[in-house]
């Protein structure tokens, strides 16, 4: 197969790596040894810090304990100070062959710009201004000079002092916490000098480590808060301004602004996160990962482009940049993917889309899980529910277009080690293997229940145990009577590892109770020691097979790993994995502390893993004894040194991969903060609804669109700021108006999917450049084909804001999610054939849009019932409390008001799912949950709303009017629309699959597009 474009040059790992440095790191590596070691030991101090506030440390010795605000500050100082140390002003030194650019000049005095005109342009009397003016120009002049002295390898005075006095300022709320505190909303000349420079550093510190997207962003909303009032503005969107006085305290001394929400995200949870992922990474995991999913999938059919969705998945779970994730997996799965067929162009899209699909992985998102259990108000754990669903299917439907792609092209995989087992024993194999283990569980959990022995720990540990033992002798027995051939056709490895992790969770619930129990306060201690036992266990047996290493993927031959023992190799990381997931789903810690003892964990095997390895290899040929012995003096071949080595550099390299994070959510905070300052969220969502003419489907590709640009350049973290501040409300207050009711969480996914669709789209899309500088295809080529691929990621928000069973809102039975599961991914597969033009043999225009149809009506089968039997019925106003008293306590009823926004004083219309409190009738149900009428000219009109009530929340006002209410009716199961759905995709797999064996039988080709 030919390449798409001329082949252009791929870059080397040096320059791959400098990528990487440049968007994530820090493209900076000082030839001086003291700023080398300045930098490494502020890095490192910087993880202690993170580390120790999310700790119980601090409570247990009483000392050192900070509160947000103080963390916060602390947080951006870090940031800042390694920003400017760490991030060159420009990308090339100038002198070797490069000028200054003219354009990072302007952008860099931009900022310096706007707030001199703000202070000459004031009403304030200037001689209180001139100092601070004076630091103003002065900080510009410094950001300049530093333009003309950047270099990579020194870090010039200009430098230091930026990032000195930008830590500082930065750092402010902590030194004078106590003195800010008691003058709130009344700041001094100090103050307001230390925000202004601040706020110009912090847009410095962005331009160099994220670029001009961001930076550009913050200086037109805060010129939009300065100069709102101007003629030169159109009148909707005109705003009477602010003084600079009154912008400082909101954005740089209050909680609003750089200081809000995100940062506190940023200082809480996400340090830990990326922290936890740097350290797996050091410690092997990422390799593992990769090896793990090319032993599994790279001799299938365009098995490497399927092992790179599945790798960068894996990958995405602990990484925070869509950037790292293409370089770090495309290096090795490009140039697979090139040889087994895959265009230049084709084979960095499939990296970028499984690359960027990381960024909607749980548990970590990119960091925006932790920010929408802000936003939303929700639990983490309900975050990590509603998304999951939507993420699986987009990865499961990559794969499968992965796979489409190949069949048309007639690809192959890569040369598999040992026989192959063909597809039909697999499934075979799968099943009778599945099914023995639920027969046996079932067994076991029905012989519990009926000597009621269910809630007895000890008992329900000692039955898993024995299912064990059993399945041990079972296989032992099978191994001795059956040939390995029969063996690998009817025992299925993969559902014996699935099938006993199910069962195992059972067992170590329970075992963990029983521990509780027995144990007391001692239980810290005691799960340390036996997770220490454990990994040692599992480093003993992955001791017996080979250390894993990548082959060159450009060498002439590639050797695919053997599944098991590539498995097997590197058990020991999915433990911490298993301690984060064990503290957030089952204990519910928070995501900080469940971060911090996942990460204590893996320093630990960091410290203990070469020790282990080493002494294992050792004596592997007495395994039982060498487990039982200590291990040798490790100082004497240096695994305690290179663990310490290992330790420090992933706690250095967690914090530099902070650096952009954190600058990120600060800056995000100013959009944040002119939101709140100004209200142009409201005139945004005037806007929108204006433009959409209330049509509810027009709004939201409206949405997607505004997000798309919104979201360009823009690393994940602040892109999700960004559109979530300016975009969920918009689709919240049209949708209400028009009679759209969509939970938040649904809001707030839909606006972060297409806000990473940016890293995929031009042409601004990062992670298609860097595709390409991998593939050396043509990058927007790469990016357009990227876009085509991820279509179906852009699909599945349209999908669950109308059908919300897809992201687990009011799903709760197993059932009914395994249904909701099995469903969607059928109906993403069709889609993906629709898209892709190919389903059993090439499709025709007409069977791909019958394909379309049928993957719309399973998504979505209630758009057709609800035209023949419309889902509710209008009832008049006067009938609420009729209603209302018809319901049950706790249900929710439908209500339809319309009254007059006191901000905007024009008349509004909602639409609200309103909960019943407790009451005997239905007008107590309504006070109940904080809504109180009173009747006027045979209407009810809104009399008061409780403060802090569902009334509130729902943004029901005073003298609303109650239009209509709309009750439920009696309809068939929505379901019923699957029926002809079926049907008709019956029908086009038996024309298909005709047609495919007619061509396979050398026929003239039956598709004409």
């Not at 800042?80 to 990308?91: D, E, K, R, V, W």
């Not at 002494?615 to 003096?633: G, I, Q, S, T, V």
């Not at 804001?801 to 599961?821: C, R, Y």
């Amino acid at each position: 197969m030919t390449n798409d474009s001329p082949e252009r040059h791929a870059y080397s790992d040096d320059e791959l790596q400098d990528l990487v440095a440049s968007s994530d790191t820090g493209a900076r590596a000082p030839t001086s040894k003291i700023a080398a070691q300045i930098m490494l030991f502020v890095a490192l101090a910087w993880s202690i810090f993170q580390l120790w506030i999310a700790s119980p440390l601090p409570f247990v010795v009483g000392q050192l304990i900070f509160n947000d605000a103080e963390a916060r500050a602390i947080h951006l100082g870090f940031a800042i100070f390694l920003g400017f140390l760490a991030f060159p002003a420009l990308s090339k030194d100038p002198g070797h062959g490069h000028g200054v650019p003219l354009l990072s000049v302007v952008l860099a005095l931009l900022p310096t710009a706007l707030f001199v005109l703000t202070i000459t342009t004031s009403e304030q009397p200037m001689e209180e201004s001139w100092t601070t003016l004076a630091i103003v120009v002065a900080a510009g002049a410094a950001i300049v000079l530093g333009a003309f002295q950047t270099s990579r390898t020194h870090i010039a005075l200009v430098d230091w002092a930026l990032a000195g006095f930008g830590a500082f300022c930065a750092s402010y709320g902590f030194w004078f916490y106590d003195v800010l505190a008691d003058r709130p909303g009344n700041p001094t000349e100090l103050d307001i000098l230390v925000s202004v420079t601040g706020l110009i550093i912090l847009l410095e510190a962005t331009r160099r480590a994220l670029g001009p997207p961001l930076a550009i962003v913050a200086l037109v909303f805060l010129s939009y808060i300065f100069f709102g009032d101007s003629t030169w503005l159109p009148d909707d969107i005109r705003y009477p301004g602010a003084s600079l006085t009154r912008t400082m305290s909101h954005m740089w001394l209050g909680p609003e602004g750089v200081f809000g929400i995100a940062l506190g995200v940023s200082t809480k949870f996400v340090f830990l996160f990326v922290l936890f992922g740097a350290l797996l990474e050091k410690g092997g995991a990422g390799n593992y990962f990769i090896q793990v999913a090319f032993s599994l999938l790279g001799h299938l059919r365009g098995g490497p482009a399927k092992a790179a969705v599945v790798a960068s998945g894996m990958t995405g779970l602990i990484s925070g940049s869509s950037i790292a994730n293409v370089v770090t997996t495309g290096t090795f799965t490009v140039p697979l993917m090139r040889r087994v067929g895959f265009s230049a162009e084709k084979a960095g899209a499939v990296e970028v889309a499984s690359s960027v699909n990381g960024q909607i992985m749980p548990p970590v998102m990119g960091a925006a899980a932790f920010l929408m259990v802000e936003y939303v108000g929700i639990p983490y754990t309900d975050v990590i529910r509603h998304a999951f669903i939507p993420a699986i299917i987009s990865y499961i439907a990559l794969v499968y277009i992965v796979h489409l792609e190949a069949v048309k092209s007639g690809m192959q995989g890569l040369p598999k080690p040992g026989e192959r087992l063909g597809a039909k024993w697999g499934m075979i194999g799968f099943g009778l293997t599945a099914a023995s283990l639920f027969i046996l569980a079932g067994l076991l959990f029905w012989v519990l229940q009926a000597a009621a022995l269910l809630d007895d720990h000890l008992w329900v540990l000692v039955g898993v145990l024995a299912l064990l033992a059993l399945e041990i002798l079972c296989w032992s027995a099978l191994k001795a009577k059956l040939p390995q051939d029969k063996r690998k056709r009817l025992i299925s490895g993969g559902a014996l590892v699935l099938g006993n992790v199910v069962i195992g969770g059972f067992g170590l619930f329970h075992g963990m109770e029983l521990l509780k129990l027995l144990t007391g306060d001692y239980l810290g201690w005691v799960v340390f020691i036996l997770l220490m036992l454990i990994e040692a266990a599992l480093i003993a047996y992955a001791a017996q097979f080979p250390e894993l290493h990548l082959d060159d993927p450009n060498s002439e031959v590639v050797h695919l790993p053997e599944v098991g023992p590539t498995v097997k190799s590197g058990l020991h990381f999915l433990l911490p994995i298993v301690v984060l997931v064990w503290c957030l789903m089952v204990e519910r810690l928070s995501p900080a502390l469940s971060a911090f003892w996942a990460t204590a964990l893996m320093i630990a095997i960091l410290l203990n893993q070469r020790i282990l390895f080493a002494h294992f290899r050792k004596h592997a040929e007495r395994p039982l004894a060498a487990f039982l012995r200590l291990p040798a003096n490790p100082l004497a071949d240096g695994s305690l040194r290179q663990g310490f080595q290992d330790l420090f550099d992933g706690l250095v390299v967690g914090a530099r991969n902070m650096i952009g994070i954190g600058i990120a959510t600060a800056t995000a905070g100013i959009v944040v903060g002119t939101v709140t300052l100004t209200g142009i969220g409201l005139v945004l969502a005037g806007f929108v609804e204006d433009l959409s003419g209330g049509s509810v489907i027009i709004m939201l590709f409206l949405v997607a669109i505004l997000s798309l640009i919104l979201g360009m350049g823009l690393p994940t973290t602040a892109n999700y700021i960004v559109v979530s501040s300016l975009m969920a409300p918009v689709i919240v207050q049209v949708g209400a108006a028009n009679g759209l009711l969509v939970p938040l969480i649904a809001v707030h996914l839909f606006v972060f999917y297409f806000g990473i669709m940016a890293d995929v789209t031009p042409p601004v899309g990062l992670a298609s450049f860097a595709a390409a500088a991998v593939s050396g295809g043509d990058p927007m080529k790469t990016g357009v084909t990227a876009f085509y691929y991820s279509l179906r990621t852009a699909a599945l928000p349209f999908l669950f804001i109308f059908n919300t069973d897809l992201i687990l809102v009011g799903v709760q039975s197993v059932p009914h999610i395994i249904l909701v599961f099995v469903t969607s991914t059928a109906a993403m597969l069709i889609f993906a054939a629709a898209t892709q033009g190919y389903f059993f043999a090439r499709s025709r225009l007409y069977e791909s849009a019958a394909l379309l149809l049928i993957a719309f009506t399973i998504f979505r089968p209630g758009a057709w019932m609800d035209q023949i039997f419309p889902p509710t019925t209008s009832a008049p106003g006067s009938e609420v409390l009729e209603r209302a008293d018809a319901r049950a306590s706790g249900d929710h009823i439908r209500l339809v008001l319309e009254g007059e926004d006191f901000d905007t004083l024009e008349t509004v219309r909602q639409t609200v799912l309103f909960p019943l409190g407790e009451g005997a009738t239905g007008e107590e149900r309504l006070a109940a949950s904080g809504l109180h009428l009173r009747e006027e000219d045979g209407a009810y009109v809104v009399d008061m709303v409780d403060f802090g009530s569902p009334a509130q929340d729902l943004g029901i006002d005073w003298d609303f009017v109650v239009v209509e209410v709309l009750v439920d009716n009696d309809v068939p199961p929505k379901e019923l629309a699957w029926i002809p759905a079926i049907a008709l995709l019956a029908l086009i797999i038996v024309v298909q699959r005709r047609r495919a064996r007619h061509e396979a039988a050398g026929g003239p080709s039956l598709a004409k597009a």
